[in-house]
């Protein structure tokens, strides 16, 4: 009996610790916190900084686009210029645009730790570089000529006025399809105001550009 209870005293004493015992593991406890909150700290300090690097690597490819949207453009005007001046049956020349590498969806994920915002820009981009791209294509592949109409027209509204068989006037806009020297216009156009939203949305201090560009086309 004596054995049996010394045995139960001895397991029973090592439930209890010592006060340095107590200490000791409190202090542990308290080390691996700081070292928990450091780390946490530092996935974050990196994650931000990850964020950061893509939105300005976003910002420079959108810059960039930007740049080559605008010189499109006035290119476009150019050549409708020429032709209101001097109408006639000539090939329209237009340089293909490239799509970038960083609007493509498959990047989606990197486009989400940007924001909804963004993400609809470059969205908003990206539609406008497809429609664009395939009336370059189309333009060069076919060699259309400045007073031919595109497979995939933009559009104008024009009023018309008439009476009916009643003798009351009726008035209505109707949607001209608009020739491929002022679709190229409208395209152009289309495509540097959505690069330039979203580029006020990527770089603090840009402010999107008001100036003679068209709206955006009725049709894709």
């Not at 300005?56 to 810059?63: D, F």
């Not at 049956?89 to 799509?99: G, S, T």
């Not at 402010?207 to 709206?215: A, M």
């Amino acid at each position: 009996m004596q054995a049996k209870g010394h045995s139960l005293f001895q397991v029973e004493s090592t439930v209890f610790l010592s006060p340095n015992n107590v200490l000791t593991r409190i202090g542990a406890a308290a080390v691996a916190y700081k070292g928990a909150l450091r780390q946490v700290a530092l996935a974050e300090s990196q994650h931000n900084a990850r964020v950061t690097a893509y939105r300005i690597k976003l910002m420079l490819v959108t810059e960039n686009l930007r740049a080559h949207a605008n010189i499109e453009y006035i290119r476009a005007k150019r050549s409708l210029d020429i032709y209101r001046s001097k109408p006639g049956d000539y090939p329209l020349n237009v340089k293909l645009l490239e799509d970038p590498a960083e609007f493509s969806e498959n990047d989606w994920e990197n486009h989400a730790l940007l924001g909804e915002e963004i993400v609809r820009g470059i969205n908003c981009c990206r539609t406008e570089l497809r429609y664009i791209i395939r009336f370059q294509r189309e333009v060069i592949d076919h060699h259309l000529s400045v007073d031919t109409i595109s497979d995939f027209p933009t559009f104008y509204q024009s009023p018309v006025y008439g009476r009916d068989k009643h003798g009351i006037d009726f008035e209505f806009l109707e949607d001209i399809p608009e020739k491929v020297v002022e679709e190229n216009v409208t395209r152009t156009s289309d495509l540097f105001k959505a690069v330039d939203i979203l580029l006020s949305l990527l770089k603090p201090g840009h402010e999107v550009q008001k100036c003679d560009l068209r709206s955006f086309g009725k049709s894709p």
